[in-house]
């Protein structure tokens, strides 16, 4: 068998801050911070939606997670965001836009 070579131990030792790294952006820099009361409601109102759209077992299990980066209140009480899904709560895997239509037409289709 093979040892590992000088080259090797450079990639490894790249893979593994490549992941500290994301980790730390993943759980420190990419949750949204609230700076008022109604940013909070907004907030609450989208993980409420996001929880009853995200039901599989990988969402129930911890393997997808999701988390809110950023919403923006408009005229009329409206509002848009995004969140982000990560694969094991570190692994960013895309973002998807909302809006409050989208979680009027969610709430409505859930309670019916």
């Known amino acids: 068998m093979k040892t590992a070579n000088r080259k090797d131990a450079v990639l490894l030792i790249v893979l593994f801050v490549m992941i500290v790294v994301v980790g730390y952006k993943s759980v420190v820099l990419d949750p949204i911070q609230t700076n008022s009361a109604e940013e ?4 609450v109102l989208m ?3 996001i929880e009853k759209n995200h039901t599989g077992a990988l969402y129930r299990y911890g ?3 999701t988390r809110v980066v ?4 408009e005229m009329g ?3 848009k965001g995004r969140y982000r899904k990560y694969l094991l ?10 809006s ?5 037409n ?3 289709r859930t309670d019916e």
């Open 63 to 65: 393997v997808i997670q």
């Open 47 to 49: 993980e409420e939606v």
């Open 77 to 79: 009480g409206g509002f």
């Open 89 to 98: 709560g570190i692994f960013p895997m895309g973002d998807v836009f909302f």
């Open 70 to 73: 950023a919403v923006k209140s």
């Open 100 to 104: 409050s239509d989208q979680a009027k």
């Open 106 to 108: 969610e709430m409505r």
């Open 40 to 43: 909070e409601h907004v907030v």
